[in-house]
């Protein structure tokens, strides 16, 4: 297998130095995409060919003194829930077959014009919906730390794809957490920001309330690289920040002192989560500590109603969001069905997994007369509370640390079976989606040779905080660098 | 129809659905063109492509603002837009995006011209319940001419096109009220240039509700929803071919039951769509992909300062300030392109009521005659004035002028010019009328002996004579004075 890929920042100082070229990465990191593609079934894509020719052109720019960004010439890989013109884009999903697009994501066009080159495109679960990247018509995608395990999910793909070191850094979506698990199980950085941060114009939804765009990379530095491509006012979402987002690498300072760092009770509670991942965490903080953070125990009373609110509410408007996947206009339609109510029940009975089925039945019936008032109405006022949560958390402190998930890595198909089981891998990550705040976990610690993450909540609209703490924890730890030993 | 007045008093509400005149669509930037190639008006967000989101057309906010305030509605500082959902080829979302529990307008009213008692004019007040925002659907064409007879082709440019939905309260009594209602919408919504308003094009189009209830009862009957009239006339006959069906119904002893209907022009009759048994539950909920629209009161001060004089205010006006006669007046009103026509003329000529005469009577002939609008015609208020002056100062004759307002309506151009090139200058050169005269005289020996045996009429005809000879052309006031100085004589 060829070389893994070093992080961004190591790639531009190899590229400024003259070490080597965007077509020298690009075309190491297709061979590495390829030759883990049986192991890892990271990728459901690779666009070797425009990706080579843009490396050229990023080549050529880099020899004029052209050169349009710090990630100008280097390689990403994007979730299939992002649309990128005349490439398809199908959520892992049968509905979409055949569906190329003809308009490109703001995110992605983010990337391109910063010159950034898209190598392919990464597996998930279908529509993102799912904590394992099992619940795909490409089939699952294994973890890089242990191919009987999952890389968690929906973004799974994307995580693998960065911790096997094929790609630097990746995009992917987070809607309860489908960038944190992942980034979690698979030892690799990875973030949401603020909702309305990252435009959502061409990211196929799932749940338009709660579905933010992030990134996925070896360090909070990256990161901060990637934000500054895909970040800020898109005037084609509604829901898009009108505030310019900020430049995220000046504010990686690799300083703590005095940062006050609430600590959820809620969180760390003994009989929720594995031992030796509240080890690991409260290690980090205390290695933060040394560093001259200061802790503070806080409350986020609400937290418990999380999973059920989220369950609530994302099912609800996944119901409606999957509504024009009808087999009228494009992607699957069965065939010989007579009438037009065969066609569609057809069409989706074929096109749909089991999961995406499930979501559907359960929000449609959240929003049904009679239902509404007692499901849909009742999870949004639970979930202002849970916002309100922290919005007093954050009156006592600058960032909020919790474990990423309750366990590590599990094994494939261990709860395909169980989706309630599922569905509480799910329980720290969701009340950052509820809430629209930014949240990164990274990696803090392993247990049993697979990665611990750790999660990281700032404020609304200040991904820095998190990314700086991230970023001076790099500094003087060295977790980040632990890569798996199938991919070293 | 039977008479059923003793009987059962009508009970109708409208739900009126009006395009709004934006140059794009509701949540999409793709163009509003009527009569485009079918599915070329669009753009990934009317296609509902994986990915795409909506964002509000600020313009048709302006213009539902402007609407509901015409109306007398409440405009809300905070309105929603909410999905509601169902399943069909020509929503391609699979939801449309409408206005629920938070409309943008609530109450108002439209003041609706009633035939009162022994024909005398009066008017109607029919409440409003609310007005709210939302988008068209795209069309399914079913024609097998067209699609095939096992196929139904969607066209999708009419998808997203903004839409108000005007909800009145069940204040209706007749269906012929129902459709003086709709006219009275229509005028308004023209006046505010808020819509075309043109039926023939689907600009408005409404669902009549219709219930019987015995006279004297204050609890309403049970009632049923003609769907989708697009002519005054269907509604007219529609709602009359309900009415008359639910009469029967329940003087049978019978039970109207809740249903939606569908109205055949061909047949005259109504067909059950649908009975409300099993009605469609839309879900409806908050769309999550558009924030609360909200509004200061500054930009809706800003909305009503906007609103021009409406139809009935400015015939009104006319009657008063240029004394014209009640029927004159809503004539001329009858749409806001031909009272400012009206005005302009007027103003520039200084005799309203003589300008008034020459647009209700051969204007109006004109155009009608062509299927013009006043606006689609090149034909210029100042350009009428000048005719009538020149009318008015002699250097033409009226037949000259009226025979030149249909070039004018359908080509335009410079009245004095036109009466210059065609020969129409009224022959003053007293010269050329003498002769006439002398002419006439001579040739009318006998009518010349009436007028001298007292009888003054005769003048008429000699007159006549006169203009006949001179082609129309002499100066009547010359003619007029060069006779009875021969006569004199």
New interface residues.
Partial sequence: MPEGVGTLHELRAALDAGETSSVEIVGQCLRRAEASQDTLNAFVGLRAEAALREAEESDTRRERGEVRSPIDGLPLAIKDNMVQTSEPAHCASRILEGFISPYTATAVEGLERSGAIVIGRTNMDEFAMGSSTEHSVNGPTRNPWDADRTPGGSSGGSAAAVAARIVPAALGSDTGGSIRQPASFCGVVGMKPTYGRVSRWGLVAFASSLDQIGAFAQTAADCAWIFEAIAGHDSRDSTSIPEPAPAYSGALSGDVSGLRIGLPKEYFVEDGVDAGILAAVRDSVAELERAGAKTVEVSLPHARYAVATYYAIANAEASSNLARFDGVRYGHRAVGAKGLTEMYCRTRSEGFGTEVKRRILLGTYFLSAGYYDAYYRKAQQVRTLVRRDFERAFEACDALITPTSPETAFRLGEKTSDPLTMYLSDIYTVSANLAGIPALSMPCGSVGGLPVGLQIFGSALDEATPLRIADAFQAITDHHTACPGDFA | MSDISGEFEVVIGLEVHAHLRTESKLFSPAPIVYGAEPNHAVH?VC??????????NERAVELAIRASLAMGCEVHQRSIFA?K?Y?Y?DL????QISQYEEPLATGGWVDVPVEGAGGAAGKRRIRLTRIHMEEDAGKSIHDDAIAGSDS?L?DLNRAGVPLIEIVSEPDIRSAEEASAYLRAVRSILRFTDVSDADMEKGHLRCDVNVSLRLRGSTEYGTRTELKNLNSFRFIEDAANAEIERQAKTLRAGGRVQQCTLAYDPRSGRTSVLRLKEDAD?Y???P?????PLLLSAKQIEQARSEIPELAEQRSERFQSEYDLSEYDAAQLTASSSIAEFFEAASKQHGAPKVVANWILRDVMQALNERELAIDDSLFSPDALARLIKMVDDGKTTVKSARGLIAELVESGGDPEELVAERGLAAVSDTGVIEQAVAEVLAANPESVELFRSGEGKVVNFLMGQVMQKTQGKADPAAVREILARELGK
Avoid: S
């Fill in positions: 990934p296609l509902a492509l994986p990915g795409v989101l909506p964002v509000l999905r959902n399943f080829p391609p979302k699979g939801y139904t969607v539950d879900r409806y909920f769309d999550p992909d558009l924030i």
